[in-house]
């Protein structure tokens, strides 16, 4: 049954209700009315009762909680998901848009295409707010809505009690404490850091442009400095120098000779890829006009870094992209954590010191107890964990075990166990990277340049979620490869 026709069906039932007061009202108004408390001291959602399904709450829309939204058996149990952001980003794309080789829509997932039942479930929500607390003890979490702009509503808090609680609440961008990062760099982790780079960048080029501007400050505002040799950094750096060399000679003909591109690592770029691979990457980056710079940024101030040799460069643009670190909710929660700040967790992704508690993804690693290495912040390592929460509530609430403090004799099966498929990245100039090793030690297959490129993006048009994007995608490059990339700023 078509969308629409759905809701009219619901609108018209309503109606029909309103003008007989005799019937019963619709069965979703009547849930709605019991589940959400309107008491000033508890706003939100009560405990499930025996004849309700149990419910899990979800912390976060990132790749773990989204892939365990996606494979949860809502027969079985109501789901709720608490997040800022209303959509799923695929991040390895994320880079892309920056420069007009995708738009935005490409890459942002809506929750409600991943898992309908939150949609149209009457005891199913998403929520967009951010987790301030948990009651372990009571099975509550503490929440404040996200509100933003001048008009909008003033931010206020409520409650939802859960049955199975998953934390996937991702990490937040490292600065390693140096001075004015936050403040002056853009992160590339979230669409609107992508849009923010985008405007920056064409509204640079724009400047320079304009009669008065003198030599030495358009070289300032036309130089973007990437802070990070990982693969988000590298392939940044790679699609900017693409959009220099297709684009910007092209319709910015009068300051293409003033635009640069530098890549700032304190050590080796792409250190987790083969030796090879990595010295491929340098010598293409740098045929495509990439300096790359080695050194550390000790000080960043609004229109320059500072490297530890005191060395001074400008910039106009400046994207930090050094590796991500545990959040001010993670570092909040009063429960053990893993090397490096993270949630400790078990083999079965338990947070052992507490009932009904899971942790999955960025925010997530293996107690030291455990004997296993806390993994990598990765998109398929977060997937796969969420990949295999899912299975295994599904198996406690088939065996009785759903509802709060009721799995404690259950046997949760299988512990996870995580098998690197290996790591690609794009470099720019129709040529990426493909290293198919388990790990960084082992023998395997190590492949670059346009194979590879073809490879690169096949992977990721297949792995994007809905065939809505892979439609998106697929035409964006298409436009792209036709047409050269869109540069205006909106």
């Known amino acids: 049954m078509p969308p629409w026709f759905r809701n009219f069906i619901q609108l018209s039932t309503s109606l029909a209700q309103q003008r007989s007061p005799h019937l019963k009202p619709?069965?979703?108004i009547y849930q709605l009315w019991n589940h959400f408390s309107t008491d000033s001291k508890f706003a939100g959602l009560r405990p499930t009762k025996g004849d309700e399904k149990p419910r899990v709450v979800v912390l976060g829309s990132g790749w773990a909680g989204c892939r365990l939204l996606k494979d949860i058996d809502t027969k079985l149990y109501d789901v709720v998901c608490v997040s800022p952001r209303n959509h799923m980003v695929f991040t390895p794309l994320l880079a892309s848009t920056c420069v007009g080789t995708?738009?935005?829509?490409?890459?942002?997932?809506?929750?409600g295409r991943i898992q309908p039942a939150i949609s149209r479930e009457p005891n199913s929500y998403f929520f967009l707010a951010n987790c301030t607390s948990v009651d372990f003890h009571n099975h509550q979490i503490h929440c404040q809505t996200v509100t933003e702009g001048v008009d909008t509503l003033d931010p206020w808090n409520f409650k939802i009690s859960y049955d199975k609680l998953v934390i996937a609440a991702g990490a937040q961008a490292s600065t390693f404490g140096i001075k004015g990062a936050n403040e002056h760099a853009t992160f590339l982790?979230?669409?609107?850091?992508?849009?923010?780079?985008?405007?920056?960048?064409?509204?640079?080029?724009?400047?320079?442009?304009?009669?008065?501007?003198?030599?030495?400050?358009?070289?300032r505002l036309l130089h973007c400095v990437v802070v990070g040799g990982g693969p988000t950094g590298v392939e940044f750096s790679g699609e900017l120098s693409d959009f220099i060399m297709k684009d910007v000679h092209q319709r910015y003909s009068h300051v293409k000779d003033y635009i640069h591109v530098t890549l700032v690592e304190a050590n080796e770029i792409l250190s987790s890829f083969d030796d090879r691979l990595r010295k491929y990457a340098i010598k293409q980056l740098t045929k495509s006009g990439v300096r790359l710079v080695r050194g550390i940024v000790k000080d960043v101030q609004p229109k320059k870094i500072v490297l530890s040799d005191d060395t001074d460069i400008p910039y106009g643009l400046l994207v930090w992209s050094t590796g991500v670190g545990p959040s001010s909710f993670v570092n909040s929660l009063e429960v053990p954590k893993a090397p490096g700040g993270r949630v400790g967790i078990e083999e079965w992704l338990r947070v052992p010191s507490v009932q009904d508690v899971f942790a999955v993804g960025d925010c997530s690693g293996f107690l030291e107890s455990t004997g296993k290495p806390v993994l990598p912040a990765l998109a398929q390592v977060a997937e796969r964990?969420?990949?295999?929460?899912a299975k295994l509530l599904n198996n406690l609430g088939k065996a009785g075990g759903g509802r709060a403090d009721a799995a404690k004799e259950l046997d949760f099966g299988n512990p996870f166990?995580?098998?690197?498929?290996?790591?690609?990245a794009t470099i720019g100039r129709y040529k990426a990277l493909v290293d198919l090793r388990k790990s960084k030690e082992a023998k395997g297959i190590s492949l670059a340049g346009f194979a590879s490129w073809f490879i690169w993006r096949s992977a990721y048009l297949t792995r994007v979620i809905s065939w809505r994007n892979r439609f998106y995608v697929a035409i964006n490059w298409l436009t792209t490869f036709v047409f050269g990339?869109?540069?205006s700023r909106i």
Do not use: C, W
Not at 203 to 215: A, E, K, R, Y
Not at 385 to 389: A, I, P, R, W
Not at 417 to 424: A, D, F, Q
């Open 102 to 111: 995708l738009e935005f829509r490409s890459v942002a997932e809506p929750i």
């Open 385 to 389: 964990q969420g990949k295999y929460l």
């Open 485 to 487: 990339r869109d540069i």
């Open 26 to 28: 619709s069965p979703s």
């Open 189 to 219: 982790r979230e669409v609107h850091h992508a849009q923010e780079i985008r405007r920056k960048l064409l509204l640079n080029l724009m400047l320079s442009d304009v009669p008065g501007v003198t030599d030495e400050e358009k070289r």
């Open 417 to 424: 166990v995580y098998k690197h498929m290996g790591s690609m």
